[in-house]
């Protein structure tokens, strides 16, 4: 790569040279506002200019974290970089909400709003009387000052909105389909696939979602005042005396911040800053900025200079679990995410003020080195974790500022429960006055046993903090893959020295001569090898911010929508950037998906286990709750969790008592689409299908706009609501009035135009789904346009990087693009056994090697059968043969098969469940089976089903349906069956079968060992793997990588990459 982007001529640009001819470190060579040479731009954050592109469609190089110069075409540098605007796709609106009444008005067609009292400065602390008119939810230009006139906004509508139809008072009183009551009294609507059959999604499918939407965007807030207070605008929700939350509301309302305005476009919207890269890039797990990546690296001391500190090559570990888990390599640890506190002792143990490496402040928090990125912005300061009693500080080497100090005096207390002696003491707020260096040191301790990682939301509930950890988890996993590979090419042979040396650095002894051990590694004084902790640690990233985008968008997205076209290749033109629909409206829709628990399962306790239901309102900002549970447990238990459906529906925990408060989410997110100006459902279709008419969309004839209440309810997913979408937008929330007008022929058939306010969140998560996904046709289209951005506007996306960037094949394109997120979590937590894909949900999950306890041995052969053969296997050291039948009566017994014996299980179909195809356990399931360590014939059936071979030699059949099989130990034979299927053959010898389906695509594995991998009619991925292969394509347009070893590659019929 020898050249700087083109310029505008088409010609290269070439590096600024110094006197010796040499390429000036760090020079600023190309102007990116004019695509023109320059030396002396100065922008921040400009790490990749040191590498050369021979286009502006070059995929090579790394990623900057504030996501700068991810576009290196002429003005379009800050495509994707942190702090760049917002996207608005589609045009403002503020004119389309509900007028608002006050108890004596009899204006309007609407029954009056039952409020105890006249909306009045005394009853609510609102700035105004009377409440007639539209809320004024305009943002307008100053024509003089150009700044924003941002008004506080008094709006009821959204809570009797949330109330009439989201709340779980709605869900029963509308009637809605396939309610199911496992939680004692809490009902929730399951998700149901659209294609009978098809598995449904799971809890932690939930729980990505909402880690992807934080890597994604972060909207400022707050900073704009309201011209009549002089304080920072508000948008001001009142309660209704009949609101089970009036009482307890303190002014009976809540009040959030408005959207802080970062300036107005052409026709003058307004627009609004992201304050996150806009990318799928990992900014989650390392920062937005590269400030906060070096924060949160562990530092070790320069080997070429003693007693200083640089940032190393891994991400700073805390030890704060209470159980230990297994790591990759077999250490049982309590590591996770450090602990605000545990950074704080790194960071004072390896200060470096000259990197920038300096004491963390409370200030810091809020605002990192005056850069503008909070480290921590949810947080619940808790006063009992401050230290008043101990005469040494917290790091031990000096004394306790805080010792005997009076904290009413520094801080604003309060107990979470006033009256209960048990309840922690609450910080609210910093007393006036108050000594500024005990406040400091007051605070953070109070925040001390929350998480740090690189998005500040980590703390929001502790299944997001458990997907922080595993990717933490997974960076340093890669740190010592890598370091294991290096070591082991270089001892193989196929490095040379120059190349191992270009992952080590150098420290010189006598004579100016590197140190080097015995195997010719750099080392340091002590004899450690010196490993260039900046190029370790930048690979490691590399590798971690493919795995993801891998993820997000083969294993979330596309099970999201069927519409997202496959990648295509980079386009320069495209702005990456996130749209104000998507965020603040159609990816809102995972908070309906939320149940009204967070599921924890003790991986100790076998993966059948017990399920520890933990309210969600009681996981909100609690890092005590998650350092208990650990990780591995939330993991486990929302892996088995059926994910609530996406639909208008919210479960109470947000709908009543968000974060603990009486908040309601989904009036916030009414009031948040209000508040930035965006349309209502109506107009958001309008808009879209006249945009995507000659598009290559394939749902743009689904998107006409609606012209009735009925054409409405034709395109619902729970027609029973549609009385309280009429109740709530034509009838002020009034249901009685709202059920009589449906009797009348006229209002339903356009003339009422109630229809027409429908708030765009809500409106789009009530629209049936598109067929194959779980969005209705207006938010399918607008997160389809999405994600088509993040692949098609990143440079260096995943498949980019692999397909073009590399110099040469190599085993990282198989390491990608046939990972599954259930390796990610596996290797990072300690589980086992978790289903193939852990964003769908299994019915049941059977491991045949578990040794039963009394009560479960008394029901073998009955209907009740556990499916546990342990004590059975070990005493008579056979495998299990596991198939369909009609009856478990003879199960435990013995079975010859093929000449083999086996301990014989069978698995009758259930019940079918509400899909009306699928039986709710048994052969023809969603089935996560675990074999044993002696030689198993496992045989699935229709479902979606996950097969352990473990030890031994395994025949392993997958059935129809998309399948995973492992081999694992042994000798084995895989055959996959009709479906998308993917096998592994694991350690051992092992023949690995595709299906027999034209249309599948399969994928095979075949690990270590020799092995024979053949491909069928599909277009299959071909692994070899390490060991002696033969590899056969058969029909279809094949991928054949041999791997390691002597391997016999053959294509077979079709257009083949071998």
Do not use: C
């Not at 098809?198 to 939407?213: E, I």
């Not at 829709?589 to 520890?612: C, F, K, N």
């Amino acid at each position: 790569m020898s050249f700087q982007p083109l310029d505008l001529t088409g010609q290269p640009v070439v590096p600024a040279l110094d006197d010796g001819g040499e390429p000036l470190p760090g020079a600023i060579i190309y102007d990116p506002d004019t695509g023109t040479v320059t030396f002396t731009v100065a922008l921040p954050d400009v790490g990749t200019l040191q590498y050369s592109y021979s286009s502006v469609f070059d995929a090579s190089g790394l990623r900057a974290v504030s996501g700068i110069f991810n576009n290196i075409g002429a003005g379009q540098y800050q495509f994707g970089q942190t702090g760049t605007l917002f996207l608005r796709n589609l045009d403002s609106g503020y004119g389309s909400y509900l007028s608002q009444y006050l108890p004596a008005a009899e204006e309007g067609d609407s029954e009056a709003h039952p409020f105890a009292s006249a909306l009045d400065t005394a009853t609510h602390d609102f700035g105004t009387a009377t409440i007639l008119d539209q809320p004024n939810y305009a943002v307008e230009q100053d024509g003089e000052s150009g700044e924003a006139i941002v008004h506080t906004v008094v709006d009821y509508t959204p809570r009797m909105i949330s109330q009439t139809i989201v709340s779980q008072d709605a869900l029963d009183a509308g009637g809605a389909a396939n309610a199911i009551d496992d939680y004692g009294d809490t009902p929730f609507v399951g998700n149901l696939a659209t294609t009978p059959g098809d598995p449904s999604y799971t809890g932690l499918f939930v729980l990505f979602g909402q880690f992807l939407d934080h890597g994604l965007d972060l909207l400022g807030k707050g900073a704009d005042l309201d011209p009549d207070s002089g304080t920072s605008a508000k948008i001001v929700i009142p309660f209704a005396e009949s609101d089970p939350l009036y009482a307890i509301a303190p002014g009976h309302s809540f009040t959030m911040s408005r959207a802080s305005v970062a300036g107005f476009d052409e026709d003058g919207a307004p627009q609004y800053d992201n304050l996150t890269s806009p990318l799928s890039d990992q900014n989650q797990t390392y920062g937005s900025i590269s400030a906060v990546t070096d924060l949160l690296r562990e530092w070790v001391e320069d080997p070429n200079n003693p007693g200083t500190f640089i940032p190393g090559m891994r991400l700073l570990d805390g030890d704060t679990l209470a159980q230990e888990w297994t790591r990759w390599d077999g250490v049982s640890t309590t590591q996770t995410l450090p602990t605000l506190t545990e950074l704080r002792i790194a960071v004072h143990n390896t200060l470096n003020p000259d990197l920038g490496r300096t004491e963390l402040t409370y200030a810091d928090l809020l605002d990192y080195q005056g850069t503008g990125q909070t480290v921590m912005g949810d947080f619940l300061p808790i006063a009992d974790n401050i230290d008043t009693t101990s005469d040494v500080n917290i790091f031990g080497d000096g004394p306790n500022i805080l010792k005997d100090a009076d904290l009413d005096s520094l801080l604003i207390l309060m107990p979470e429960n006033p009256g209960d002696p048990e309840s922690r003491i609450l910080v609210l707020g910093v007393q006036p006055d108050a000594d500024p260096e005990l406040v400091n040191e007051a605070m953070l301790q109070a925040l001390g046993a929350h998480y740090v990682a690189g998005d500040t939301r980590a703390n929001e509930n502790v299944g997001l903090t458990s997907l922080h950890h595993i990717f933490h988890e997974e960076h340093n996993y890669q740190v010592d893959t890598l370091i294991d590979s290096i070591l082991s090419a270089y001892a193989a042979g196929e490095y040379t020295a120059d190349q191992l040396h270009a992952w080590q650095t150098a420290v010189l002894g006598e004579d100016d001569i590197p140190l080097t051990d015995a195997q010719g590694n750099y080392v340091d004084a002590n004899g450690a090898i010196s490993w260039d902790q900046g190029s370790i640690f930048q690979a490691a990233k590399l590798v971690v911010e493919m795995e993801e985008q891998h993820v997000v968008i083969e294993q979330y997205a596309r099970l999201v929508t069927p519409d997202l076209p496959e990648y295509s290749g980079y386009e320069a033109g495209t702005n990456s950037g996130i749209s104000l629909e998507f965020s603040q409206a159609a990816f809102r829709y995972g908070h309906s998906q939320l149940r009204e628990t967070v599921d924890a399962i003790d991986p100790d306790g076998g993966i059948t286990g017990a399920v520890t239901k933990l309210a969600l309102a009681s996981v909100f900002l609690s890092p005590t709750v998650y350092a208990e549970l650990g990780p591995g447990a939330i993991a486990l238990g929302m892996s088995h969790q059926l994910g609530g459906e996406t639909d208008e529906f919210v479960t109470a925990a947000l709908q009543q008592s968000l974060l603990g408060q009486p908040m309601d989410l989904p009036a916030i997110n009414i009031a948040r689409g209000r508040d930035i100006g965006l349309p209502t459902l109506n107009e958001a279709r309008t808009q879209l299908f006249a945009a995507l008419q000659d598009s290559d969309y394939p749902l743009s004839g689904e998107l006409a706009p609606y012209e009735s209440w009925n054409d409405f309810a034709a395109n619902m997913l729970h027609p029973s609501s549609l009385v309280n979408f009429i109740a709530a937008y034509s009838f002020d929330g009034d249901l009685t009035a709202a059920a009589a007008a449906m009797e009348d022929e006229e209002f339903m058939n356009g003339g009422d135009q109630g229809f027409q306010l429908i708030d765009l969140w809500v409106g789009g998560l009530a629209e049936a789904h598109v067929d194959g996904g779980i969005l209705g046709s207006t938010f399918n289209a607008i997160f389809v346009d999405q994600i088509e951005r993040l692949m098609n506007g990143d440079r260096l996306f995943y498949l980019a990087r692999l397909e073009e960037a590399l110099p040469e094949a190599s085993d990282l394109v198989e390491q990608i693009l046939a990972l599954q997120y259930k390796d990610i979590v596996e290797r990072t937590t300690g589980v086992e056994h978790l289903a193939g894909n852990v964003f769908l949900h299994a019915d049941s999950y059977l491991e045949l090697g578990d040794t039963p306890d009394a009560d479960e041995l008394a029901a073998r052969g009955t209907e009740d059968d556990p499916h546990k053969y342990g004590d059975l296997v070990e005493t008579l050291q056979l495998g299990v043969y596991s198939d369909q039948g009609g009856s478990v009566a003879d199960n435990g017994s013995t079975v010859s098969v093929g000449g083999i014996s086996y301990v014989l299980d069978v698995r009758p179909n259930g019940d079918i469940g509400l899909d009306g195809v699928t039986p709710v356990a048994g052969f023809d399931a969603h089935e996560v089976i675990g074999g044993t360590d002696f030689d198993d014939r496992i045989h699935a059936g229709g479902g979606f089903d996950t097969l352990y071979g473990e030890g031994g030699d395994d025949r392993l059949f997958g059935g129809d349906g998309d399948d995973y099989l492992y081999g694992g130990g042994g000798d084995d034979v895989l055959d996959g069956g009709e479906g998308e299927d993917q096998l592994d053959g694991g350690d051992g010898d092992d023949i690995l079968r595709a299906g027999p389906g034209t249309m599948d695509g399969d994928v095979l594995l075949g690990g270590d060992g020799n092995d024979q991998l053949f491909g069928a009619g599909g277009d299959d991925e071909l692994y070899g793997g390490s060991g002696n292969d033969a590899i056969d394509g058969h029909a279809g347009f094949d991928r054949i990588f041999g791997g390691a070893g002597d391997d016999v590659l053959t294509g077979g019929g079709g257009d083949d990459t071998i």
